[in-house]
């Protein structure tokens, strides 16, 4: 079938032209008149008279567009359709001062006049210039002083939309380039400024700003600083994360050439508090130096004799910062000047002037003794702490500052508990743990719920050291409840860190109390936190940390390897304390290796008396003799007496499977040693193991000796 082909059908649209003038008419007629002609033909046959209506509207209005925006109402609108128009974005970097459109400023030269003066001054472009296409209008008010407020509030939102920090505003009094200007400052912030307006004159033959005004400039940025400054103070503890920007804009500021030499000393000082603060919770050290750096070049200029009280309020932030880096260094130089700056502020903070300042600087004396006492045998300077202490106490009236008093009495129970954890008796401890219990009093949970779980857990602690001395379980127990209660808000979500170092101690405390149970189920409980607590501190991002909660989870397999058949448990104890151990060296955490040393030693102790031969008790041996490297008497007698009575008991069972008398001999000498500090009166319970130990050994000893 053939297909049909379609035709196309062409339609014709037939316009009726106008009708043309004669030639002879068009030469008659006026020039502009054709023109008039020709323009309306364009918009009769091209636009359309809608259209053509709507462009001449437009034309209309931009030609009287003055009269018109004075009209009732209409410059309402104008505005809030300006107003959509997007503004310049400040740099976070920079201190960011914005200049809006002037009132009555004709071709803006007022405007662009203040843009050029702060460009030369600012040199570098350290403090950034903002053009605001924005006009802040008071008008005729019969309420000035209002008009100016809801100028001041509409200037705030600008700053808020750009992030800038100072707003320029006002009107020009006059038509001519030399006439005066009235200026409004506005800034972003609860700073609150000396005078927020003024009228300012070019100077006589030219047309530069007035000194008045740059110097009002001036001490605005410095206001706006300080005021910056404070917020981040206020949340010291908590890690603030835009402190960087603040930093840079603060250097840049310093930097800009703008700043008068009477103002560069509060600016550094400025600088230092926020590098501190960022150096104590990023951990950079760089920015703890830098801030060492500009706290001594203000001390130059901000001496004793010329401001007592606030140079002493300089060897306070001085020391804190060398206290900081020392905590960090195993050298004690850097704690060593804190405590001197330290010394140096408490000449010049006196009770009578600045009592508030003493305590405080006391406070931070005390950290810094007790920091250094910590890592010192003896108790010398910890002592000493607590007595620094004691004295910040006397101007912490409890009633009057109680979350001071409070901080300040946390730290005594913890420079007790240390002490405490060095001597065999318990009156240092049993202080620590009436310290605590007084601070509960003030750091409530519902008033301080951190401090309180952070008062909670040391609270634990010191029962726990209590615990682990006496006989029975209550002391323990109530160690356990205490953890229990700081993780109540020690959450994995709120505090990591925190929560981790809870959970690691819930189940050093569970463990003990494990062992003077019958059964595994408290024991298995202490391996669920300690594997809680690994969650969080992983080998990658806390080594240290990590390898503590291992060696604790490894001496929890090791206890519950001793109460079940089989020796797989105390393998893996084994593996587990000799992967700490590549952490826990000797050079980085000595007393730590030595625990670590001691707790494998007890494994291979335990696996070897199930196993045949000596093999795994010389190397139980071995261990519990480089654990004494750095368990020295003098240092950590407990701990000292500890390893002392594991090497006996080794050598002994050495001495049971091998000829001879020297093992048995080795174990007589340190059953011996162990009993030194082991005593009725302040360890019963192991002087009694010890004087079991050392009697076995004797026999076992004489018996030899008569075959």
């Not at 109402?73 to 104008?78: A, C, D, N, R």
């Not at 008010?141 to 808020?160: C, F, Q, T, V």
């Not at 140079?311 to 060398?322: H, P």
């Not at 029962?463 to 959450?491: D, F, H, N, W």
């Amino acid at each position: 079938m053939a297909s049909r082909r379609h035709r196309d059908v062409k339609q014709f649209t037939e316009k009726v032209a106008p009708k043309k003038d004669s030639e002879a008419q068009q030469r008659n007629e006026n020039p502009i008149a054709i023109a008039h002609k020709k323009f309306y033909e364009v918009l009769n046959t091209r636009l359309g008279w809608p259209l053509a209506a709507l462009l001449m509207g437009i034309v209309l209005s931009w030609y009287n567009f003055e009269k018109i925006s004075q009209a009732p109402g209409v410059g309402v609108v104008i505005l809030a359709i300006h107003d959509l128009l997007p503004l310049p974005q400040a740099s976070a970097d920079h201190f960011s001062i914005a200049i809006g459109n002037l009132e009555n400023d004709k071709d803006n030269i007022h405007r662009r006049l203040i843009r050029d003066a702060l460009t030369a001054q600012f040199s570098s472009k350290k403090v950034e210039i903002l053009m605001f296409d924005r006009i802040i209008s008071i008008g005729d008010s019969d309420k000035p002083l209002d008009a100016i407020e809801r100028g001041h509030e509409r200037a705030k939102k600008l700053l808020g939309q750009a992030n800038a920090q100072v707003m320029i505003w006002g009107e020009a009094l006059g038509s001519g380039a030399e006439t005066p200007m009235r200026l409004h400052w506005t800034v972003n912030s609860e700073v609150e400024l000396m005078k927020t307006s003024d009228k300012y004159h070019f100077m006589r033959g030219s047309y530069d700003l007035p000194e008045l005004f740059l110097n009002d400039l001036k001490d605005l940025l410095a206001l706006i600083a300080n005021s910056q400054a404070k917020a981040f103070l206020s949340k010291n503890g908590i890690f603030v994360a835009d402190i960087l920007p603040f930093i840079a804009r603060i250097k840049n500021l310093i930097n800009s050439g703008g700043v008068p030499k009477t103002r560069q000393a509060s600016l550094q000082i400025i600088l230092a508090d926020a590098l501190c603060i960022h150096g104590e919770q990023s951990g950079d050290d760089g920015s703890l130096r830098e801030a060492l750096t500009n706290y001594q070049d203000v001390l130059k200029e901000r001496t004793r004799e010329k401001m007592p009280l606030e140079w002493a309020s300089l060897q306070s932030s001085l020391g804190t910062a060398l206290q900081t880096l020392g905590e960090r260094s195993e050298a004690a130089d850097e704690l060593s000047e804190a405590v001197t700056a330290f010394r140096e502020a408490l000449k010049e903070q006196t009770i009578e002037r600045a009592p508030l300042d003493r305590a405080m600087t006391q406070h931070n004396l005390g950290t810094a003794l007790q920091t250094m006492g910590e890592r010192e045998a003896g108790v010398t300077l910890l002592e000493e702490a607590v007595a620094t202490y004691r004295e910040a106490l006397k101007t912490f009236p409890r009633r009057r500052l109680p979350l001071d008093w409070a901080g300040t009495q946390n730290n005594i129970g913890t420079a007790l508990q240390v002490m405490g954890e060095r001597e065999s008796g318990v009156a240092r401890l049993e202080g620590a743990v009436s310290a605590y219990q007084e601070v509960l009093q003030e750091f409530t949970r519902e008033r301080e719920p951190l401090d309180w779980a952070m008062v909670q857990n040391n609270l634990g602690t010191a029962l726990q050291a209590i615990g682990e001395r006496e006989e029975g379980t209550l002391r323990l127990e109530k160690a356990v409840a205490a953890y229990r209660e700081a993780l109540k808000e020690y959450t994995r979500e709120r505090v990591p860190l925190d929560w981790a170092m809870t959970q690691s101690n819930l189940g050093t405390a569970l463990q003990a109390l494990g062992k003077r149970q019958a059964g595994t189920s408290v024991l298995l409980d202490a391996v669920a936190a300690y594997q809680e607590a690994l969650k969080v501190r992983t080998r990658e991002r806390l080594p240290l940390d990590w390898a503590q909660t291992q060696n604790n989870l490894g001496t929890a397999w090791q206890v519950l390897g001793e109460r079940q058949s089989g020796t797989t448990p105390l393998k893996d104890a084994i593996e587990a304390y000799r992967e700490v151990l590549k952490e826990f060296t000797r050079e980085r955490a000595p007393l730590d290796w030595a625990w670590t040393q001691n707790n494998l030693g007890a494994a291979l102790h335990v696996l070897g008396e199930r196993e045949g031969g000596t093999a795994r008790l010389e190397e139980a041996v071995a261990a519990y003799r480089e654990a004494l490297k750095e368990r020295t008497r003098e240092r950590v007698p407990l701990d000292w007496a500890a390893t002392q009575y594991n090497l006996g008991a080794a050598l002994e069972i050495l001495g049971d499977r091998e000829a001879g008398s020297s093992q048995l001999e080795g174990a007589v000498a340190a059953y011996r040693e162990a009993l030194k500090v082991f005593t009725a009166e302040v360890e019963p319970y192991n002087f009694d193991s010890s004087v079991d130990g050392l009697i076995s050994a004797q026999r076992k000893l004489s018996m030899r000796a008569e075959h």
